[in-house]
């Protein structure tokens, strides 16, 4: 729709019409226009998957690997399948607009959101969430890059100041956006934080570079609730302010433009953006009215997609002979740990979905050996998670008997208006009756062991928990953050214990009043009493030591890897240490399968047989687990990330602001380049990963001079060395050795990936566009090549380059 329509369509409103149109009519829609044929938009969180309107557990959503899986594939066209599937899921659901992906990068290794971002590098961060956007627009679902820029950490993530130089800004923080513009991302969602000191909403990087040097033609949006201010984000390129119908614009805004502070045609430019977004997505003109239709074939196929994500995702990072495993000489397998059976297949936070059919690491591994091996499972010692929301397994709905839980809204004087079975004791938007005064959940738990136990209650407000009619809590918990994630998604948790004796059911109560404000997340919890650690630690030792391999199963819990905090550790946490190394101990076949988003501290990885990363492998998880183990599927991923051996090696560390700042001190040097500039050495390099097969570097074919502001490519001949086919991923790095300006001591450039069969060749031709020769210049307020030898490095890894040479770039 060009402009000159949409200039027409703009000319029949009016200034409130106008106005009305850039605020949320409700938290997930856009105001519609019917005497413009405007229906409204439907928005919904991703990358995971999509959730819809409702926070419902009844209607489920497909789960995707975490984008830190994504970012692990180096695989653009298996990441744009999977952008597809997420169109595919926003049609099913009725929504046009995705809020993913994720382009911030993992600047420190204790940023708690790392499972919604794809890497530490800004090239290959901008390539995935490249890949992401084309596959989920090319269905006509719009995709949204977050969170611009400069939200990399969560401590204080509504206020903190971010503090970076103009140069740090472009080269490092900005790229992966500016990649998104060059891929024609439909909307840019502006952070909370601050940049400079000026807001995100308000900042003056939305003008430029995004809509000005970089040709950005949609819709910027704001995080929800980030607008606070009228007139500063009123006169910046910020377009659509959510959620609604309240915010600082509305009445407020239209009195701006009357007074003469906010200019009418300013406002003209965001209703057309909003207009040409609505254009896109069929929300705009004849046919607006209908939903959109998903193609018949287009779920075809989905579970043996994830599937294949799981495997392709998966990081090997160390194996002495163990892995791939032979069923044939296998007669028991030990499976151990807590999250063998329970494991995490998502991050925390606004991006979560209920999903359905979630194969457990200890299901697949059972499925695949069914008639051919015994399976023996030990969970082992509590990982130190937070106890479960009460559920389907243990759980009866205390009026119908059915699975689960039943919810009722009463009024001020406790009055029923309101009552429905449901499946979890998460219940976070339930529907709300005029007069609701109190949210109730209530069940009948069956428990299947006696002792102490722990129940709990998350929200705001006053609430009240009871078991059999003895009060565990009764107080007024006030919230003392305003941070979406946790008074809408995951409110602080208080819990009580009592002892069960027998196995007798109990009844379980709580109760939470509603506080305007507060949000309407009410999440009640109960487990049983962990064993005890010392024998836990020994009965998995033991089943290890008396069984041809055994697998533990290792991983981050919901509170330690979640929006709205960051870590304060990257410890495992729990006696999960203890429990690989008494494994390892009992058992030289052990493989590890670390089940986190991003890094941890794995002390114990030179003592176990192999290492594994499933990162969060989504509702497939077993399933694509046991194609790896069981060499049905090669482990196809590359570190996304550079994974320390301890805490206290890591360069970059700082995630809490001083005095409301923080400082990026570091500049261009985060992830692989703060190691290499530090002289460290990490656990494992940006990069790194291993499959089933060994590879030999045989040739390379490279430029030695080329043209300012011209690609070239880097070819790379390699020889599969082993025994089976395989993948390899070819990265090329660059390094400016006597350059005029600070430089990394290397950068990466760009891969290609390729198969081959035992014994056989392949090549790989690995482009190397003209932005990885650049910087930028702040005294130019432009990008600069500087002409001379650059170092033409080509690698495994960041830390295992294989091949060197030089390339000559001539001046301008």
């Known amino acids: 729709m060009n402009d000159e329509t949409l200039n027409r369509l703009i000319d029949r409103l009016s200034l409130e019409q106008k106005v009305r149109l850039l605020t949320g009519a409700t938290t997930w829609r856009t105001a519609g226009e019917p005497g413009i044929g405007l229906r409204e938009m439907v928005t919904s969180d991703g990358p995971a998957g999509v959730r819809g309107e409702t926070w419902d557990e009844r209607r489920t959503s497909v789960l995707l690997p975490s984008a830190s899986a994504l970012g692990a594939m180096w695989d653009e066209d298996l990441v744009e399948r999977l952008g597809c599937l997420l169109a595919t899921e926003a049609a099913r659901k009725g929504v046009d607009v995705v809020l993913a992906p994720t382009l911030n990068l993992h600047r420190s290794p204790l940023g708690g959101r790392h499972f919604e971002c794809f890497s530490e590098d800004p090239e290959l961060t901008g390539r995935t969430g490249a890949a992401l956007i084309r596959g989920v627009q090319a269905l006509g679902v719009a995709a949204t890059a977050k969170h611009y820029v400069g939200n990399d950490s969560e401590t204080d993530r509504l206020t903190v100041d971010v503090r970076a130089s103009e140069r740090t800004l472009r080269e490092v923080y900005l790229a992966p956006f500016e990649a998104a513009v060059e891929a024609g991302v439909w909307l840019v969602m502006a952070g909370y934080n601050a940049v400079g000191g000026t807001t995100m909403t308000a900042s003056p990087l939305l003008a430029e570079p995004l809509k000005g040097e970089w040709g950005f033609d949609g819709v910027a949006v704001s995080d929800w609730a980030a607008v606070r201010a009228t007139e500063e984000t009123g006169r910046a390129a910020l377009d659509l302010a959510m959620p609604g119908p309240d915010s600082p614009w509305g009445a407020s805004?239209?009195?701006?433009?009357?007074?003469?502070?906010?200019?009418?045609?300013?406002?003209?430019?965001?209703?057309?953006?909003?207009?040409?977004?609505?254009?896109?997505?069929?929300?705009?003109?004849?046919?607006?009215?209908?939903?959109?239709?998903?193609?018949?074939?287009?779920?075809?196929?989905?579970?043996?997609?994830?599937?294949?994500?799981?495997?392709?995702?998966?990081?090997?990072?160390?194996?002495?002979?163990?892995?791939?495993?032979?069923?044939?000489?296998?007669?028991?397998?030990?499976?151990?740990?807590?999250?063998?059976?329970?494991?995490?297949?998502?991050?925390?936070?606004?991006?979560?979905?209920?999903?359905?059919?979630?194969?457990?690491?200890?299901?697949?591994?059972?499925?695949?050996?069914?008639?051919?091996?015994?399976?023996?499972?030990?969970?082992?010692?509590?990982?130190?998670?937070?106890?479960?929301?009460?559920?389907?397994?243990?759980?009866?709905?205390?009026?119908?008997?059915?699975?689960?839980?039943?919810?009722?809204?009463?009024?001020?004087?406790?009055?029923?208006?309101?009552?429905?079975?449901?499946?979890?004791?998460?219940?976070?938007?339930?529907?709300?009756?005029?007069?609701?005064?109190?949210?109730?959940?209530?069940?009948?738990?069956?428990?299947?062991?006696?002792?102490?136990?722990?129940?709990?209650?998350?929200?705001?407000?006053?609430?009240?928990?009871?078991?059999?009619?003895?009060?565990?809590?009764?107080?007024?918990?006030?919230?003392?953050?305003?941070?979406?994630?946790?008074?809408?998604?995951?409110?602080?948790?208080?819990?009580?214990?009592?002892?069960?004796?027998?196995?007798?059911?109990?009844?379980?109560?709580?109760?939470?009043?509603?506080?305007?404000?507060?949000?309407?997340?009410?999440?009640?919890?109960?487990?049983?009493?962990?064993?005890?650690?010392?024998?836990?630690?020994?009965?998995?030792?033991?089943?290890?030591?008396?069984?041809?391999?055994?697998?533990?199963?290792?991983?981050?819990?919901?509170?330690s890897e979640t929006e709205g905090y960051d870590r304060?550790?990257?410890?495992?946490?729990?006696?999960?240490?203890?429990?690989?190394?008494?494994?390892?101990?009992?058992?030289?076949?052990?493989?590890?399968?670390?089940?986190?988003?991003?890094?941890?501290?794995?002390?114990?990885?030179?003592?176990?047989?192999?290492?594994?990363?499933?990162?969060?492998?989504?509702?497939?998880?077993?399933?694509?687990?046991?194609?790896?183990?069981?060499?049905?599927?090669?482990?196809?991923?590359?570190?996304?990330?550079?994974?320390?051996?301890s805490l206290a090696d890591a360069p970059v560390t700082r995630t809490r602001p001083v005095d409301g700042r923080l400082d990026y001190a570091e500049g261009l040097h985060i992830g692989h380049r703060a190691w290499l500039r530090a002289g460290g050495e990490p656990a494992y390099w940006f990069g790194h990963g291993l499959g089933y097969t060994t590879w030999e570097f045989a040739d390379v074919e490279a430029p030695t001079h080329v043209a300012t502001g011209e690609p070239f490519t880097v070819r790379v001949t390699v020889r599969n060395t082993g025994t089976r086919a395989g993948r390899e991923v070819v990265q090329v790095y660059l390094a400016r050795p006597g350059s005029a300006v600070e430089r990394p001591v290397r950068w990466f450039a760009g891969y290609a990936a390729l198969r081959a069969e035992a014994g056989g060749t392949a090549s790989a031709e690995v482009l190397v566009g003209p932005r990885a020769l650049r910087h930028w210049s702040a005294s130019d307020h432009g990008w600069v090549t500087e002409p001379g030898p650059y170092r033409l490095m080509v690698g495994r890894s960041a830390g295992d380059i294989r091949w060197e040479g030089r390339v000559a770039v001539s001046g301008s």
Request: aromatic letters at 4%; glycine letters at 12%.
């Open 253 to 559: 805004l239209v009195r701006a433009v009357k007074d003469g502070v906010v200019t009418e045609e300013a406002v003209d430019a965001k209703v057309r953006r909003l207009l040409r977004l609505a254009g896109r997505v069929g929300a705009l003109g004849p046919g607006a009215h209908r939903s959109r239709r998903v193609p018949a074939t287009a779920a075809r196929g989905t579970r043996a997609l994830l599937r294949r994500a799981v495997s392709a995702g998966s990081v090997l990072l160390r194996n002495s002979g163990v892995l791939p495993l032979d069923p044939a000489g296998l007669s028991t397998v030990a499976v151990v740990g807590v999250h063998a059976g329970s494991p995490r297949v998502q991050g925390g936070g606004s991006a979560g979905v209920f999903c359905s059919d979630v194969v457990t690491p200890l299901a697949g591994i059972r499925t695949r050996l069914r008639g051919r091996a015994r399976v023996v499972y030990e969970p082992g010692p509590s990982p130190g998670a937070p106890p479960a929301p009460l559920g389907t397994d243990q759980c009866a709905d205390p009026v119908s008997g059915a699975p689960g839980v039943l919810l009722r809204v009463l009024d001020a004087a406790g009055r029923e208006l309101y009552a429905e079975h449901r499946l979890s004791g998460r219940q976070l938007e339930p529907d709300l009756p005029p007069g609701a005064h109190t949210v109730e959940i209530g069940a009948v738990l069956r428990p299947r062991r006696p002792g102490e136990w722990t129940f709990g209650v998350g929200g705001f407000g006053r609430m009240t928990l009871t078991v059999d009619d003895r009060t565990l809590l009764d107080g007024e918990f006030p919230g003392d953050t305003d941070d979406p994630a946790v008074v809408h998604v995951n409110p602080p948790l208080h819990t009580a214990r009592t002892v069960l004796t027998g196995k007798r059911p109990v009844h379980v109560v709580a109760r939470r009043e509603l506080v305007p404000g507060r949000g309407r997340a009410t999440v009640v919890v109960a487990a049983p009493p962990p064993p005890d650690p010392s024998t836990a630690l020994e009965d998995a030792a033991r089943k290890a030591g008396d069984a041809d391999v055994a697998i533990v199963v290792v991983g981050t819990t919901e509170h």
């Open 568 to 645: 304060a550790g990257l410890s495992l946490g729990g006696h999960q240490d203890e429990l690989v190394r008494a494994v390892a101990a009992a058992n030289p076949r052990t493989v590890v399968v670390v089940n986190s988003g991003g890094p941890v501290e794995l002390p114990w990885h030179r003592e176990a047989g192999a290492v594994l990363l499933s990162w969060f492998p989504g509702q497939e998880a077993g399933a694509g687990l046991a194609d790896v183990l069981f060499g049905l599927a090669e482990p196809g991923g590359r570190l996304p990330t550079t994974w320390a051996a």
